[in-house]
């Protein structure tokens, strides 16, 4: 049986999936980088403040769905939210509110 080939723009459309009105920022490893930058800033130079609350992502590597907690933090005196999390051991996701 002949292998199909995968239409590359489906394939794409889910790289960056997330709940409505979050976008996919960065992903990498965690702790290999020493900026994680959002908002315009480093978040890794404000306190995080945990919402309570959790965003549905999906992995853009491997299509798999993970639940984030969202953070707040006050940049220039506007609050934002974002979420952060582990897709699998040391490889993080960013997501922001849009």
């Known amino acids: 049986m002949a292998h199909k080939r995968r239409d590359p ?5 889910w790289r960056s999936e997330a709940a409505p009105g979050w976008v996919h920022v960065a992903s990498g490893m965690t702790g ?3 900026e994680l930058r959002c908002f315009g800033v480093n978040l890794r130079s404000y306190a995080w403040e945990r919402t309570g ?6 992995d853009p590597l491997h299509g798999e769905y ?9 940049v220039n005196g506007k609050r934002r ?8 051991m040391c490889i993080f996701g ?3 509110r849009k």
């Open 9 to 13: 723009e489906k394939r794409n459309a």
């Open 53 to 58: 609350r959790s965003v549905q992502v999906r």
């Open 66 to 74: 993970h639940s984030f907690p969202v953070y707040a933090v006050v």
């Open 94 to 96: 960013l997501y922001a």
């Open 32 to 34: 290999s980088e020493p």
């Open 81 to 88: 939210e974002f979420a952060f999390g582990e897709y699998s």
